[in-house]
């Protein structure tokens, strides 16, 4: 269980690496909407690795000691 957060908490970093990426070449250009589609769905797949990461952390100190 600790070795999936430590994962997803990549995964989501990633994420937010290219989130950062995109929002950084948006500032430069016009907003279109592939830009706006692309943000929105990284922003999501973000929140939801960061999410899912934190309940398997808090999963694994729950029940450290239930087995």
């Known amino acids: 269980m600790p070795a999936m957060g430590v994962f997803s908490i990549a995964v989501c970093s ?3 690496y ?3 990426l ?3 070449e ?3 250009d016009h907003l279109d909407s592939v830009t706006v589609f692309l943000i929105v769905l990284i922003w999501t797949k973000c929140c939801m690795y960061f999410v899912f ?3 398997c952390f808090v999963t694994a ?3 450290w ?3």
């Open 22 to 24: 995109l929002a950084t």
């Open 18 to 20: 290219m989130l950062y």
């Open 53 to 55: 990461g934190m309940w």
């Open 61 to 63: 100190c729950i029940k």
């Open 65 to 67: 000691h239930a087995t």
């Open 26 to 28: 948006w500032g430069r």
């Open 14 to 16: 990633l994420c937010g």
